[in-house]
């Protein structure tokens, strides 16, 4: 699979995701460098293709922080065994969507081969032999790589199409509302929707671009799933599909927790690879962390799973010295290196990154807990995060705080007295104040 190139989209601004997409306030975090499971998106994405025989990269980014937060992850890709280059700034200039980057990237490399273009901010389970196979058969232009979705969650969100009888694409309709859905789907309760992953023949693509009206397009708009793939399709060039195991949205927070239990659960082998050796239960604990003694007993973490004194699993990922107390539960979690789980707290389904502090007996369920963030807890004081909060880098939640649903932005501070509703947006002290 040398021959195949792998192109990596990193733009935006990671609206959705925030404040996972922010590294401090107004310091952005690109999509394709937030931290999942112990290591960059990106990182795992070029790891599981290079698994697969990919060995030449090139990333397209839009804006310095997608662009030199990705290099700084990656550098020419010696680390992973790879080769990576990247998109020059001065393209930025005239980038108006993901599709005309791509062509432009295209041209710039005099790409003529075959590659695969796919965004940063997804995982994906799929065997790239199959999909390659697919794609020579059909004799398409562009083959879309898709994956089934009932019609509810179709709606509004993902681009769907219609296909013949050999599997190509007559009509392609980006994030149709439902009642629409319906009326394009043979099956509602498997709906085909564009993920986002797509197997491109360079030099056609390339000769395409030159074309008076795709140009047209292109000075003003042209992404991927609006603008490009309809052109195509309405041009009457070959679009295929091809089914693929799975996809892993992370552009938002439910999504992004959904992904990470499927992922520790086993859902993504080519990740899993690059992770810690597993123990029963899908365990994966960095042994440092298991030597680590707590200052409450003194014991090691091994010995306190040992005799019983704390509960780790299922699904759980640890890394490096993380400390943690007697009677912690945690189960369909990532915490990161260095963090601090004291005597009592119970995590579940939790992404915890680096230096975060987890106070005494504090209960966090579906929580996203940021760099060096802190949660004040005492066992007659009790903190609860739920449904969906999510704390930035730096955050310090105060003890007795009760959170579901609630957004923190880097750097603030929760005070105990504060209340707040299921979607509530704290960005600024402001915000704090008046809650």
Not at 208 to 224: F, M, Q, T, V, Y
Not at 339 to 357: E, K, P, W, Y
Request: include cysteine.
């Amino acid at each position: 699979m040398n021959e195949i190139a792998g192109i990596a989209l990193a733009g935006g601004q990671g609206l959705r995701a925030r404040p996972l997409t922010l590294e401090a306030p107004g310091h952005l975090r690109s999509k394709a460098t937030v931290c999942f499971a112990g290591r960059p998106v990106i990182e795992w994405q070029i790891m599981a293709l290079r698994d697969q025989g990919v060995s030449d990269f090139y990333l397209i980014a839009n804006g310095r922080e997608n662009r030199y937060q990705a290099k700084d992850v990656l550098g020419h890709g010696e680390g992973l065994g790879v080769r990576v280059r990247y998109s020059r700034p001065r393209m930025d200039w005239t980038n108006t969507g993901s599709g005309e980057a791509t062509l432009s990237s295209l041209d710039y490399w005099q790409l003529d081969g075959l590659a695969l273009v796919f965004p940063t901010d997804s995982l994906f389970e799929f065997d790239l032999d199959e999909l390659v196979r697919r794609h020579r058969d059909s004799d398409a232009v562009v083959t879309v790589a898709v994956v089934e979705r009932p019609a509810e969650e179709v709606a509004g969100k993902y681009g769907t199409m219609v296909t013949d009888a050999s599997g190509q694409i007559r009509r392609f309709v980006e994030k149709p509302p439902l009642a629409e859905v319906h009326a394009l789907a043979a099956d509602p309760a498997r709906v085909p929707v564009n993920a986002g992953l797509y197997l491109v023949d360079c030099g056609r693509l390339r000769k395409l671009a030159g074309e008076p009206s795709l140009a047209e397009l292109a000075r003003h708009r042209l992404d991927w799933g609006h603008d490009l793939l309809p052109w195509l399709v309405e041009a009457g060039h070959r679009v295929g599909i091809a089914p693929i195991a799975k996809l892993g949205d992370l552009g938002n927070l439910r999504d992004y927790l959904g992904t990470l239990t499927d992922a520790l659960s086993g859902g993504y082998p080519h990740v899993l690879k690059g992770m810690l050796r597993a123990y029963p239960g899908n365990v994966r604990i960095h042994e440092s962390s298991l030597r680590q003694r707590d200052a409450t007993s003194g014991m090691t973490l091994a010995e306190k799973i040992s005799a019983g004194l704390v509960r780790i699993g299922p699904n759980v990922h640890i890394g490096r010295d993380v400390e943690i107390g007697p009677g912690v539960v945690v189960s369909d979690s990532a915490i990161g290196d260095g963090v601090d789980l004291h005597t009592g707290c119970r995590l579940q389904r939790v992404a915890c990154l680096d230096g975060a502090i987890i106070g005494p007996w504090a209960r966090l369920t579906d929580t996203h807990v940021g760099t060096m963030a802190k949660v004040e807890s005492f066992v007659d004081c009790v903190t609860v995060l739920s449904g969906y909060s999510a704390l930035g880098n730096g955050v310090t939640v105060q003890a007795g705080v009760r959170l579901s649903g609630v957004t923190v932005y880097p750097g603030l501070t929760v005070p105990a007295h504060c209340e707040a509703a299921a979607g509530t947006s704290f960005e600024t002290i402001a915000d704090l104040q008046d809650a």
